[in-house]
């Protein structure tokens, strides 16, 4: 079983859903993976926005929290994806070897339209994932 994990500095909004719909999806398509979020400095609830968002697409994260990324996080996954929000070396608990970074605009404080944009973009780099995952078992 491969091993994904998505770093975000706060672990509340796009870390999350990347988190979520890999499983989601991953089941779906009976890919063996195994999902995980967390953040350099994380906070103390998960985006309402963003939960409210992936609400709307079936997917609960009410009972999801913010994790601290760990070193043993990042030496147990073989894919570490940061979501774009600028992780600071300086300030992260762990050594990373960066595997990608998706650029993804932070969720935080915009309204709603915007945060179902970073939800859709993040789905379908998701499903890209998914094939290259995929693609690797076979």
């Known amino acids: 079983m491969k091993t994904v994990l998505f770093v975000c500095v706060h672990n509340a909004g796009r ?14 398509e009976n890919v ?3 999902s995980l979020s967390a953040g350099t400095v994380p906070g103390t609830q998960v985006n309402p926005i963003a939960m409210e968002v992936m609400k709307e697409e ?12 760990t070193q043993e ?4 996954s073989d894919k570490v994806i940061t979501m774009g929000c600028g992780v600071d070396a300086a300030a992260c608990p762990a050594r990373i070897h960066l595997s990608e970074d998706w650029g993804l605009d932070d969720p935080a404080g915009r309204p709603l339209d915007e945060v179902r944009r970073i939800r859709d973009e993040i789905k379908v780099r998701v499903h890209q994932l998914v094939n290259e995952l995929k693609a690797a078992e076979a």
Request: proline content about 3%.
């Open 58 to 69: 079936g997917i609960d994260l009410t009972t999801h929290t913010p994790k601290v990324l």
């Open 32 to 34: 063996d993976v195994e």
């Open 73 to 76: 996080m990042a030496d147990h």
């Open 15 to 28: 870390s999350q859903m990347a988190e979520a719909y890999l499983r989601q999806i991953a089941k779906v």
